[in-house]
């Protein structure tokens, strides 16, 4: 008779993500990951196939939960100005409160693992594709509704709040001064003007 899973698999994605995001893919090993994770080994690997299927399960989960967040974060603005604002300082205040300075967990895997791990660069490429789509979309909605000017091309300015949100998250790691990153914001939201 097969044994049944003594243990909430939810949790355990959840427990996964925090470890490999605060310690990164290299660092995290099968035994922290048994210790973190509370399973023993045959169970990690029954359930998962091993580190690198977990993780890849953890930051799938991660990327689509931040998707729906950004989109969240738009629908819940009036403007579509305020939604970028609202987005930007969100994670700003992320920064401020992360006292282990682990910062993006998209942007640490980034650059941990890139290049050399084609799964991964899917997924990260798959990422940016998905958030640059939101941030067209709203910038097309409001060039629509007459917030934005119509000169404005949606697509570039799409790329480049991507560039913008992704390095905000990494200066916030190097220097988590609400100030200075305020001020980078205002910069780069003037092209919304």
């Known amino acids: ?67 729906d967040t950004i989109q969240s974060t738009f629908d819940k603005e009036k403007s579509v100005k305020a939604g970028f604002c609202r987005l930007f300082e969100d994670a700003i205040e992320k920064a401020q409160n992360d006292m282990a300075q682990k910062g993006c967990f998209v942007v640490n895997t980034t650059t941990e693992l890139i290049p050399g791990d084609e799964t991964i660069h899917k997924a990260l490429r798959k990422n940016k594709e998905n958030i640059e789509s939101i941030f067209i979309s709203q910038i097309n909605k409001g060039i629509e509704n007459g917030e934005i000017d119509a000169s404005k091309d949606a697509e570039s300015i799409g790329h480049m709040l991507f560039a913008l949100f992704s390095g905000l998250q990494v200066m916030a790691k190097v220097d988590p001064d609400p100030n200075k990153l305020r001020k980078l914001l205002k910069s780069g939201l003037s092209v919304l003007d």
Not at 5 to 19: D, R, V
Not at 40 to 62: C, I, P, Q
Request: proline share 1%; net charge positive; glycine share 8%.
């Open 1 to 67: 008779m097969p044994r049944t899973k003594q243990f909430n698999e939810e949790e355990i994605l959840k427990k996964a993500m925090e470890l490999f995001w605060e310690k990164g893919f290299h660092a995290t090993s099968i035994q922290n990951l048994v210790t973190c994770l509370g399973i023993n080994r045959a169970s990690l690997y029954d359930t998962f196939g091993g580190k690198e299927e977990l993780f890849n399960k953890v930051f799938e989960r991660y990327r689509k939960d931040g998707g």
